[in-house]
């Protein structure tokens, strides 16, 4: 299992730029993929973006082009930059992990508390 730590939310403008960090608290190598995901309020939470162990990333279609994942292997963390921020980008943010294995071939998946983002002038 894994325990994840977001952070980096808070209040922009449109236009602006934020970066979200989601620390875990074992190598991210064993982990099969992870990602970012919000939720506005009264929506379903969605896919904003996952990056894999072997470091492919994918996007969501509303966030290409703005938003990038990336990693550092060393820290252990995950990361979102998020530019030219929009007004319906504003939602709660959460990292997830998800673990897979022979005894657990559907797998798991570990949340982080959340990080508030809001995007308005």
């Known amino acids: 299992q894994v325990q994840l730590v977001e952070s980096g939310g808070g209040l922009v403008q449109p236009g602006g730029s934020l970066r979200l960090s989601c620390a875990a608290s074992?190598?991210?190598?064993?982990?099969?993929?992870m990602g970012w995901y919000r939720q506005a309020p009264g929506k379903e939470r969605e896919l904003v973006a996952s990056?894999?162990?072997?470091?492919?990333?994918n996007y969501a279609d509303s966030v290409k082009g703005r938003f990038t994942i990336s990693r550092d292997i060393a820290k252990n963390t995950v990361y979102l930059q998020m530019n030219n921020l929009k007004p319906e980008d504003t939602a709660v943010y959460y990292c997830?992990?998800?673990?897979?294995?022979?005894?657990?071939?559907?797998?798991?998946?570990?949340w982080g508390q959340g990080t508030q983002v809001t995007v308005s002038s």
């Open positions: 990056i894999t162990s072997g470091g492919s990333t």
């Open positions: 997830n992990a998800h673990i897979s294995s022979w005894a657990r071939p559907y797998g798991n998946d570990y």
């Open positions: 074992r190598s991210i190598f064993s982990i099969n993929a």
